[in-house]
């Protein structure tokens, strides 16, 4: 059975840092893409970052760049997001996914509060 269990979460002041980290198990982790997304009250989820099976290759959305890092460890079958610099705007349920050929799989979300 798919599992991915996120944590980290919490409140922080503007400027502020969180490091979310998601556990995967029930699957070859190393053979999954894995992302982070975000959805905010109201609005659609998106895309934060996303980073290939091995580590080599990742992608953020726009806002995001040079603010927030993915990272992954094979070995521990988990996915990070170290968050600086956090704004109001980051507030949202962040949202750890699992993608390899035509499956796709959901944690269950943290909360990411900014107070300004």
């Known amino acids: 059975q798919v599992q991915l269990v996120e944590s980290g979460g919490g409140l922080v002041h503007t400027g502020g840092s969180l490091r979310l980290s998601c556990a995967a198990s029930?699957?070859?982790?190393?053979?999954?893409?894995m992302s982070w997304y975000r959805q905010a009250p109201g609005k659609e989820r998106e895309l934060v970052a996303h980073?290939?099976?091995?580590?080599?290759?990742?992608n953020y959305a726009d806002s995001m760049k040079g603010r927030f890092t993915i990272s992954r460890d094979n070995a521990k079958n988990a996915v990070y997001l170290q968050m600086n610099s956090l704004k109001p705007e980051d507030t949202a349920v962040y949202y750890c996914?699992?993608?390899?050929?035509?499956?796709?799989?959901w944690g269950q979300g943290t909360q990411v509060t900014v107070s300004s």
């Open positions: 980073i290939s099976s091995a580590g080599g290759s990742t």
């Open positions: 996914n699992a993608n390899w050929g035509p499956y796709a799989h």
């Open positions: 029930g699957f070859t982790f190393s053979r999954a893409a």
